[in-house]
């Protein structure tokens, strides 16, 4: 009798824990980070490094894991579905003979959408609701791909925007020195900034209460969604420093939401951001990387009013906010290797930034000096 009633009390309890945890997951709008999401997630990360290992290219690694996003979706619908498995099986146990049975009867409901009648009126209940929760499990996940999809479309569209701005792989220097000398945009940085700020309020959103986005990948390997914010907060930051005569109020807004972005991706994965850290912190970009960025916007003629020596305490101050955060990120999801992205969990040569080929025509000979005359 007292095993009865711990099997019939265990059962119901594990079967109510897993339907909060999916209503948590897929119908409440709010980041929280459970036991069952860690334990999946930890666990498919840890086969995709180990086969990710095995292959030497960056773009070889991004080829295996690329499919991360949807094992996680795909373990994470067969776990709920097993542990709604034992919960109803635990529940039943007292009524059939011995486990396989027990198994057996649950599974021919969860799985198949029918049921065994047992000649028992709680059993049979126990097996028409075991069916039942296997069709709405099914169609929750189902419904929340859309969701999913339609947040990992939108963030991308301004990734692949990004390309001709900074870069591939995406470089905030890289995004003034098109600006200036590429593209000759100064004035419509401004309107980058602004953009940028809104699609961080967009990913704050939808990757903190739908952590699995952070597994979704780039469709091109030299891209990323959290490189391409780390570029274009670096960017910001550089132009505050250089340029305080230019200074306005879209460049800060871009950086704040971007590090706000960024401490709540990172809270829903379980990486703490640093409080309000002191902007005479130490940073892990040396001063030397920094002054080869600032020779490289000199060479193009950027309009800068500091030098690298006076500008390097400003950009310091700005990039301590979300240096350590971007770093542990883009090491827990293996981004792309760019400049001023930090380490990754396996040894990675930095990718330089790919610049497109000059194409421009040769110029047409001056009349009158071998060439045909124009009519």
């Not at 871009?254 to 309000?276: N, Q």
Request: with cysteine; charged share 20%; glycine share 6%.
């Amino acid at each position: 009798m007292v095993l009865s009633a711990l099997s019939l009390v265990a059962g119901a309890l594990l079967c109510l824990a897993v339907t909060g945890h999916i209503v948590r997951t897929l119908v409440v709008p709010r980041a929280r980070r459970t036991l069952p999401a860690v334990l999946v997630d930890g666990a498919v990360d840890r086969v995709f490094v180990l086969l990710a290992r095995t292959v030497h290219s960056y773009e070889a690694k991004d080829r295996v894991l690329a499919g991360q996003g949807a094992a996680v979706l795909v373990a994470q619908l067969v776990s709920w579905l097993g542990l709604y498995e034992l919960g109803y099986s635990l529940v039943i146990l007292p009524h059939v003979h011995g486990a396989g049975a027990a198994f057996e009867q649950v599974a021919s409901s969860l799985f198949t959408l029918g049921f065994v009648y047992s000649g028992g009126a709680g059993v049979t209940a126990v097996d028409v609701l075991a069916a039942m929760t296997g069709v709405v499990v099914v169609a929750l996940q189902v419904a929340y791909l859309p969701s999913l999809y339609s947040a990992f479309n939108r963030r991308e569209t301004e990734v692949a925007l990004l390309q001709s701005r900074a870069g591939t792989p995406p470089w905030g220097p890289e995004v003034l020195l098109r600006a200036r000398y590429g593209l000759n945009a100064m004035d419509a940085l401004p309107e980058f900034y602004e953009r940028w700020e809104r699609w961080s309020a967009d990913v704050a959103e939808s990757h903190s209460n739908y952590p699995v986005l952070v597994r979704f990948r780039s469709p091109r390997p030299l891209s990323s969604w959290l490189v391409g914010l780390l570029a274009v907060m670096d960017s910001a930051a550089l132009l505050l420093a250089l340029c305080p005569s230019r200074e306005r109020i879209e460049p800060r807004l871009a950086i704040r939401a971007g590090f706000t972005a960024l401490a709540e991706v990172g809270a829903a994965m379980g990486v703490r951001a640093p409080s309000d850290p002191s902007p005479d912190s130490e940073i892990r970009l040396s001063f030397d990387e920094f002054a080869a960025a600032v020779a490289q916007l000199d060479a193009v003629g950027f309009p800068r009013e500091r030098s690298a020596a006076q500008a390097w305490p400003h950009f310091r101050g700005w990039r301590v906010n979300y240096e350590e955060l971007a770093y542990e990120l883009a090491r827990l999801t293996d981004a792309v290797p760019a400049p001023w992205s930090g380490p990754r969990r396996w040894p990675a040569e930095v990718i330089p930034v790919r610049r497109p080929t000059n194409r421009q025509p040769t110029p047409a000979p001056e009349e009158g000096k071998g060439s045909e005359p124009r009519h």
